[in-house]
């Protein structure tokens, strides 16, 4: 009876360690995911709003459209994996698959 209680004891203790390792990586994954999404973010903005200036181009409406153009690409990248994202930054035939999207969603 008693070796039935400590078995009891030590399966809820595996179950609920197993749950926090679930969340506290859950928290970790997320919290990469959201400087991913600020880092895109600004380094898109960036770029953007330097192209726009070496066009000579600048002023609200440019502005506007810059941010349109960034928050769009954002949210053609937001849905790849973590995996994919990682390979964003390595590979030059995954930043062409994504810039070809880019340019076709979000003109």
């Not at 690409?73 to 390595?90: M, Y």
């Amino acid at each position: 009876m008693r070796a039935m209680k400590v078995a009891a004891i030590a399966g809820g203790l595996a179950i609920v360690v197993v749950i926090g390792i679930f969340l506290f990586y859950r928290l970790a994954v997320e919290q990469n995911e959201q400087a991913f999404e600020t880092s895109f973010l600004e380094n898109c903005l960036k770029s953007a709003r330097e192209a726009a200036s070496k066009q000579g181009k600048s002023g609200p409406d440019i502005e506007a459209q810059v941010q349109r153009y960034c928050n769009c690409a954002l949210d053609v990248v937001k849905p790849l994996s973590t995996a994919d994202k990682i390979a964003l930054g390595n590979s030059e035939a995954k930043q062409r698959e994504i810039v070809a999207e880019i340019q076709k969603r979000c003109q």
